[in-house]
């Protein structure tokens, strides 16, 4: 007999699901029989056919309230975000709007449904003078997307609804649609034999996307509260990133070229020795992230090597 527990479907709202992480979400929670799934972005149309899906600006409050009351979601997982780290400093009323306002209105209408908010934030809310970081270390973060996830952060904690808080940083996998990762970016750079420059002095840990919707299932599983790092095992630069991808796909390393974060003059800081501690992570969540070259395995199907 198959007791009626065994029958009940979480509600998952995705927001942001045409994003990189999002197309990811989006496809693993559709694989699962006990998930109703509702998913919405900024585009018009979904980057996928056949699911639950409206568009979504999300500085537009009554459409979050429309949005979460339609759907009742027991889990909302918000992967929206402007993630332009430059752009942020000449667009700061944007960033702001998207980044922290649209987080303010998922909370405010999460909470009246009862909604578990997983919102995703970075290792940009700490200034990368001594990391890594864990979750309890204090965050001081440089540029105006830093403070703008701080910020969101801030929200969730303030607004009494029931929340966790990924931070995770480099994020790299198979998204189907938009700009590539940085393995993609490499890998196409290097076969159409274009010398690239990369960062030495930018220390990460940097994170396989499918790693990520692993340890957010697993906080929804669990129904987990609070912060969580979720990146890779292994802390490298930049360029050391970029010399294992090239090395793997039998690329030319030659071709990349070792400089350091000053020399690209970029509007926005860079917190340079970061990366985040994922021990919490590891413990209460059984969080197990691929190694580098076991994603890059993961990956070389897609990029037709």
């Keep these: 007999m198959i007791s009626s527990q065994n029958l009940i479907k ?26 109703e799934l509702h998913c919405c972005s900024a585009e018009e149309e979904s980057y996928i056919s056949d699911i639950d899906y409206v568009k979504l600006d999300i500085r537009n409050k009554k459409e979050v309230r429309k949005v979460i009351h339609n759907f009742y979601p027991d889990f909302i997982i918000n992967a929206a975000a402007y993630t332009n780290v430059d752009g942020c400093e000449s667009n700061k009323e944007l960033a702001w709007k998207i980044n922290v306002d649209g987080v303010k209105s998922l909370a405010y209408y999460g909470s009246a449904v009862d909604s578990h908010i997983i919102h995703i934030s970075s290792d940009y809310v700490f200034d990368g003078v001594a990391g890594p970081y864990s979750e309890v270390d204090q965050p001081n973060p440089i540029s105006y997307y830093g403070r703008s996830k701080l910020a969101s952060e801030n929200v969730l904690k303030g607004s009494g609804c029931r929340y966790a808080i990924v931070r995770t940083n480099v994020l790299y996998g198979q998204a189907k649609y938009g700009r590539p990762d940085f393995v993609k970016w490499v890998v196409n750079s290097l076969r ?12 990460n840990n940097p994170t396989y996307l499918d790693d990520i919707v692993f340890g957010i299932n697993k906080i929804i599983k669990l129904n987990k509260e609070g912060i969580y790092n979720l990146a890779g095992p292994e802390f490298l630069s930049r360029f050391e990133f970029a010399e294992r991808i090239a090395e793997y796909f039998k690329l030319d390393r030659n071709l990349i070229i070792p400089i350091k974060t000053k020399e690209l003059k970029q509007p926005a800081l860079r917190p340079l020795n970061s990366g985040l501690i994922i021990l919490k992570a590891e413990t209460e969540l059984n969080y197990k992230p691929h ?15």
């Design 291 to 305: 190694s580098i070259k076991e994603s890059l395995a993961l990956m070389k199907k897609e990029l037709n090597n």
């Design 10 to 35: 979480n509600r998952v709202l995705i927001v942001g699901s045409n994003g990189m992480l999002g197309q990811r979400l989006t496809e693993f929670f559709l694989k699962k029989d006990r998930v």
């Design 192 to 203: 159409e034999s274009q010398v690239i420059r990369i960062v030495t002095d930018q220390i």
